[in-house]
């Protein structure tokens, strides 16, 4: 199995599947890279890239501080052990954020970001940072019965058109179970405190957006994400409600960022 040693010598998982230019896959929070298995069919025209960044399922949990910026050495310390360039990075969620910082420390490696319901204005967990009493409010939420609160939340992100297997899948990758309940916490916590607008202006490659289609509505995103494109009729985990439309969007999405060369 393929690891990689990060900046603070934490082992780093990741599988890679395909040939082409590199697309770095980056799932939301404790999420495990079993995530993008409907992204599979991308690999006949590109080198996928998955990652369990520091402390999520096969990744080591001996990480002593979590923050954005190490998570993203992760991602950095991979692309070094591939010698990887021309770096497409798709982030969802809080894979977007880990992006951005990828390509905050890495200008000249990253061809381009594509945020997938992430970078979001006006919220706590991307786009606006909490204050003390928000961010205990919000972590009050994972006490008690954390188990119940965590794998129901996942739940919740499907559309109620999905299947109850699929849904019982999404929390087997995503949830308690193979997870440390204290690294979870740790990693909803580091977003509260946390504005993508502090760098976003600094990172030089473009960034393309896919949204689900309720953002439609939102006037602060579609401000900032002018030329996003949407998915409707889907919950958070869009690519995996709608592979089909997603995988064509992510395909289109890659023509565009690197032009000629792919």
């Keep these: ?44 025209k590109y080198k996928l890239v998955k990652i369990d960044v520091a402390g999520i399922v096969k990744s080591s949990r001996t990480r ?13 310390a991979i692309i070094e052990k591939e010698q990887l360039d ?17 390509a905050y420390l890495m200008k000249n490696r990253i061809r381009g970001i594509v945020s997938v319901d992430s970078l979001l204005p ?22 008690g019965n954390y188990q119940d609160y965590y794998d129901n939340l996942l739940r919740s992100m499907l559309g109620d058109r999905v299947v109850p297997e699929l849904k019982e899948w999404f929390v087997s990758i995503a949830g308690y179970e193979i997870n440390d309940p204290d690294i ?3 990693i909803v916590r580091i977003m509260l405190p946390h504005d993508y607008h502090d760098i976003i202006d600094q990172v030089t490659c473009p960034i393309k957006y896919l949204l689900q289609g309720g953002y439609r509505k939102r006037k602060d995103v579609l401000e900032e994400q002018k030329d996003a494109r949407f998915i409707d009729n889907v919950g ?8 089909e439309t997603f995988n064509q969007i992510i395909d289109e999405f890659m023509q565009e960022l690197l032009g000629s060369d792919s």
């Design 184 to 186: 979870l916490r740790e």
């Design 236 to 243: 958070h985990p869009l690519n995996i409600e709608d592979p």
């Design 64 to 76: 002593k501080e979590y923050t954005y910026p190490s998570l993203a050495e992760d991602v950095k």
């Design 86 to 102: 021309k770096v497409v990075i798709l982030g969802h969620g809080q894979g977007g954020a880990i992006a951005l910082e990828t």
């Design 1 to 44: 199995m393929p690891y990689v040693k990060s900046f603070d010598e934490t082992d780093i998982y990741y599988e890679i599947e395909g040939e082409g230019e590199p697309l770095i896959m980056l799932p939301s929070c404790g999420v495990t890279l079993d995530y993008w298995k409907f992204q599979n069919p991308l690999a006949k």
């Design 122 to 143: 006006g919220t706590v967990y991307y786009g606006v940072k909490a204050n003390d009493e928000e961010i205990t409010e919000v972590m009050d939420l994972y006490k």
